[in-house]
């Protein structure tokens, strides 16, 4: 049986309500389509993806999001200049930035992730009005994109709910 789904023409995300995730440079077309398939999981309606963002229809993108593909606006910013032109909150994860349990509920907010062995770029971290990082107990070096991305976003989704 094969099932079929007409996903919506990718619109640039603007007056968005609730968190829109910035990605900076995911490569790998694994952690592009499991965090596609993780905002959809928290309700995230909204995605832009930098330029140096792995190729959204590249087979193992489509497969990792799991038909998330057609619940979530995921566009594409070849000129890079949305971020600099959106106000509020802007939220960058971060290696060093205060820890995720002081980050304060937000009614909207961009969530920006970064490439996943060079974090953001120090242009785009610049526009952040905040940063946040996941407090490390072990001795990883660092996250998966993708993990970290489910992390914080179950962070903002129990501050939701309180």
Known sequence: MLAVAKQNEAAEPQNFNGICLYLDGIQDPGNLGTIIRTADWF?????????????????????????????????YDKEETWIGRQTGSIIAASIIGKTLCSLKKEDSCILMIGNE??????????????????????????????????????HLAANETE
């Open 43 to 75: 309700g995230v309606k909204n995605i832009v993806c930098s330029a140096g963002c792995a190729d959204l229809y590249a087979p193992k993108v489509v497969q990792a999001t799991m038909g998330s593909l057609i619940r979530v606006n995921v566009w």
């Open 117 to 154: 062995s060079k974090g953001l770029r120090s242009e785009v971290i610049a526009m952040a009005t905040d940063t946040v990082s996941i407090p490390k107990l072990g001795n990883a070096e660092s996250l998966n994109a993708a993990v970290a991305t489910g992390i914080i976003l179950a």
